[in-house]
């Protein structure tokens, strides 16, 4: 299918366990992303990526991961979760530039216990 | 200080009325583009409309329209004729073109929470 899909859609994990939140993009867009959503924040950005291998900070990147050793595949890995990482997080993708639309994944609620 | 602010948290509107709704940025980059997201109860994320800082012309996409007040760094989201359908989460939210040496994904406002009633 055509998109951008996440997954998994809900996940449940405990306070240092590691996790990995897979996002997919059918696009061959040459930039991907990475945001989290909390109330009161809006979506912060946590990592993007311009090309495969070239990834880069965000605004709340600390205790996340990001590799990209395809163009199509951005995935997040929380390696020692935190309850303060329980959040919805949302997978985005799109052209490079500022004039280029993001498009978004459906969102990943992760609740860490 | 804020790049996106939204001075709205809440708004109710009545059924086929128009609504504004409000977003001041600050950028010193002069290559920007200001985008407005929806967002149902549902949780997705739909883009609805998009304005560049070099546009001349205020976007319009169907019901929506985005009136842009460049001197005054403003991007209000204007939905004619609103409809149930409509209440949602609305994101203002700004990509930067670069030589500010920022990020180069979106920053977003916090948000309004739109309600229609009938």
């Known amino acids: 299918d055509a998109g951008i899909t996440q997954s998994p859609r809900y996940k449940i994990t405990e306070t240092g366990r590691q996790v990995t939140l897979m996002c997919h993009q059918t696009?061959?867009?040459?930039?991907m992303f990475w945001y989290r959503q909390d109330l009161g924040h809006g979506l912060r950005l946590i990592y993007y990526?311009?090309?495969?291998?070239?990834?880069d900070k965000g605004e709340v990147p600390d205790g996340y991961v990001v590799s990209r050793s395809k163009t199509e595949n951005f995935p997040l890995t929380l390696e020692s979760a935190t309850r303060s990482q329980t959040s919805v997080y949302f997978c985005?993708?799109?052209?490079?530039?500022?004039?280029?639309?993001?498009?978004f994944g459906p969102g990943t609620r992760l609740t860490v216990l | 200080a804020q790049k996106i602010t939204q001075t709205q948290p809440g708004m109710f509107v009545q059924e086929k009325e128009a609504v504004t709704l409000d977003c001041t940025y600050d950028?010193?980059?002069?290559?920007?583009?200001l985008f407005w997201y929806k967002q149902p109860s549902s949780g997705e994320m739909i883009f609805l409309i998009y304005?560049?800082?070099?546009?001349?012309q205020n976007a319009t996409e169907g019901r929506y329209s985005l009136n842009f007040q460049k001197a005054r760094k403003s991007a209000n989201l204007v939905i004619s004729a609103s409809q149930l359908g409509d209440s949602a989460m609305y994101f203002c939210a700004m990509r930067e073109g670069g030589s500010g040496g920022g990020a180069d994904g979106l920053t977003f406002g916090k948000g309004t929470h739109l309600i229609i009633q009938p």
């Open positions: 696009w061959s867009h040459s930039y």
């Open positions: 990526s311009a090309a495969a291998d070239i990834t």
């Open positions: 985005a993708s799109s052209g490079s530039g500022p004039y280029n639309e993001q498009f």
């Open positions: 950028t010193s980059d002069p290559s920007y583009g």
């Open positions: 304005q560049g800082s070099y546009d001349q």
